[in-house]
């Protein structure tokens, strides 16, 4: 299985403040800004380009990497794209708009419910998770399409927090050419979308891939971005261990969900695993930079 999962239940309801830990993500947002908008101009202009697509769901993260390609590459060359499907939202479809309208960028809509349809009539009984994937993996192929048509790079929209957790279909959202908001937990997405001035009907929205009707991320996950992030936190950045993180007052059951969940999606974060035969095998013993030889 290599797209979104079911979230793992918890036992019980999780309460606990995260404010204490929460304060060290806290960003310089001058500064974060700009040294994401020079990673974006730079990174495009090694492969000799100056667009970029991306796909905007009306949600934070996407408006987010909206408003930071406008800044560094000029919304002339910047190409936001809606895909609803039919069951989609039309707030998030107004939300997405605003923001367009906000920045000034190039606007395409591409509707995704005829092909989505057409192969789910195949199979009528797919489970909503199958569906779901196969809608974010839909969403990204037409903004490869699109990005070989204008000799643009896709930009992807994943956060950190989703990342490490594995919320995302594999070449589906987590998908792109360049990340910039990769290394930006969410709360710290949040932080930076307000100092941006991403509209609020974004920014205070709940966070939500709109995979279905009512769908909100906390809602599947089953805690907040912020009880996530003060775990990850502890983990990836200070290097804590299990006992440490608990000690700290993480819940333990809590603790051992988020360690699970980001040891189990590994291998969304890696090329596949190619079987060993030569003396350079691709990505163990061939590494090099992604640049190398530009």
Not at 59 to 80: C, F, H, R, T
Request: glycine share 8%; net charge neutral; aromatic share 8%.
């Amino acid at each position: 299985m290599s797209g979104r999962r079911k979230a793992s239940a918890l036992n019980g309801p999780i309460s606990f403040d995260p404010a204490i830990w929460l304060e060290q993500l806290i960003i310089d947002e001058e500064l974060t800004v700009r040294i994401l908008t020079a990673f974006l101009k730079e990174e495009i202009s090694k492969t000799g380009s100056r667009k970029a697509v991306l796909g905007l769901s009306g949600g934070i993260d996407s408006a987010l990497v909206l408003y930071l390609a406008v800044k560094a590459l000029g919304p002339d060359n910047v190409l936001g794209v809606t895909m609803p499907y039919r069951q989609s939202s039309p707030q998030s479809l107004a939300d997405a708009l605003e923001a367009v309208r906000d920045t000034g960028c190039r606007h395409e809509v591409v509707e995704i419910t005829p092909q989505i349809d057409a192969h789910f009539s195949r199979f009528p009984d797919a489970s909503r998770l199958r569906r779901a994937n196969k809608m974010a993996r839909e969403r990204m192929t037409i903004l490869y399409d699109l990005s070989a048509r204008d000799g643009s790079l896709v930009l992807g929209t994943s956060n950190k927090t989703e990342l490490l957790l594995g919320y995302g279909t594999l070449y589906g959202d987590m998908a792109s050419a360049l990340n910039a908001i990769g290394d930006l937990y969410k709360t710290q997405v949040w932080q930076l979308s307000r100092y941006l001035g991403v509209p609020d009907s974004i920014v205070k929205k709940p966070p939500t891939a709109d995979l279905w009707e009512g769908q909100t991320d906390e809602a599947e996950l089953g805690f907040t971005y912020g009880q996530a992030d003060a775990a990850l936190y502890l983990f990836i950045e200070e290097r804590r261990t299990r006992n440490e993180i608990i000690a700290a007052g993480i819940p333990e059951t809590f603790c051992d969900l988020i360690l699970r969940k980001v040891r189990s999606s590994q291998f969304k974060r890696r090329l596949p695993v190619i079987a060993k035969l030569g003396s350079r095998t691709i990505d163990r013993d061939f590494r090099y930079a992604r640049d190398w030889g530009m």
